[in-house]
């Protein structure tokens, strides 16, 4: 299969149905990649399921050159997209520049993913002419749950419906190559979905966004701390690995592991035993 670029990204609106995943780590980017999805998300939401942080306030660049790097070795086929993390965009376009910058060569990211609207457009526009393809990403962004007062649907009011849609308009504009629309109510995802020439990948945004995209350990059913609507679980992993860890610390316990299968035998055994001193 082939690698799928920002472009194909792109030019796959209305062609397909986009899949997106989360994706820390080599193993995971791996079995993702068999799986056919289209792009993986290395998202600053790995403070809060890998690192275990409350919030993904304290993530640090480095940690998401780390893991992007990781994901990217075992990315093939998908899109590698990579979160900038709190305060990596927020201090002007230099700085933006410069992180972006480590998230490409170090974290060998295709594209990253940046929070907020028509405030951060010269940097989308900045990173873009710099040859850093941008995620744009609206709504419910994360890193300002602070000012947002907390983790809640955006765009409800006639008014925030409005501004959603301007800065919609204007992350296209600015340059993005896809944007991310977070719990926004399905209607108006479908509108901006429809205004937009870029695909829109949507997380508790209906189904007419132009993809969707899930953060993995919550539809594996291995994140209960936190449990959002949107999420459907297409598996029961947490369960299986609790089955599989218990058994596990049952057969060391009454002996049954390792067996005679794992284990392995000298040559000349009971010689080479009684002739030790
Ligand atoms: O960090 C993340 O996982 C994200 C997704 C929720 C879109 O930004």
């Known amino acids: 299969m082939k690698k799928m670029t920002t472009t194909s990204f792109r030019e796959a609106k209305g062609q397909k149905k986009l899949t997106m995943l989360t994706a820390y780590d080599y193993t995971i980017a791996r079995l993702m990649d068999q799986s056919g999805i289209d792009a993986l998300l290395v998202g600053d939401s790995l403070g809060m399921v ?9 993530v640090t660049v480095e940690d998401m050159v780390r893991h992007s790097a990781a994901v990217a070795r075992g990315a093939s086929t998908p899109l590698v997209v990579c979160d900038m993390p709190f305060m990596s965009s927020q201090c002007g376009v230099e700085d933006t520049l410069r992180n972006a910058g480590r998230l490409v060569k170090e974290g060998r990211a295709q594209a990253v993913k940046l929070e907020g609207g028509a405030d951060f457009a ?14 744009g990403h609206l709504g419910l962004t994360p890193q300002s749950v602070n000012a947002l ?19 919609a308009r204007a992350v296209q504009d600015a340059g993005a190559f896809a944007l991310v629309l977070e719990c926004v109510p399905a209607a108006l995802a479908a509108r ?20 969707q995209v899930l953060v993995w350990q919550d539809m594996l059913g291995m994140f209960d701390r936190v449990a959002p609507k949107f999420v459907r ?41 009684s002739n030790l001193y």
């Not at 890998?50 to 304290?58: E, Q």
């Not at 007062?149 to 800065?167: E, I, P, T, W």
């Not at 058994?247 to 000298?266: I, K, L, Q, T, W």
């Open 50 to 58: 890998m690192l275990g942080y409350p919030d993904t306030l304290p």
């Open 122 to 135: 010269p940097e989308i526009r900045a990173l873009t002419r710099a040859s850093i393809p941008v995620m």
């Open 149 to 167: 007062g907390g983790y809640k649907v955006q765009g409800k009011s006639m008014g925030a419906a409005q501004k959603l849609l301007d800065d």
């Open 192 to 211: 901006i979905t429809s205004e937009l020439e870029i695909p829109t990948i949507g997380i508790g945004a209906g189904p007419d966004c132009d993809g």
């Open 233 to 273: 679980r297409f598996g029961e992993v947490g369960e299986a690995m609790r089955t599989a860890f218990t058994s596990y610390a049952e057969a060391v316990r009454d002996g049954s592991f390792p067996a005679a299968e794992h284990c392995y035998n000298m040559e000349d055994e009971a010689e080479v035993l």
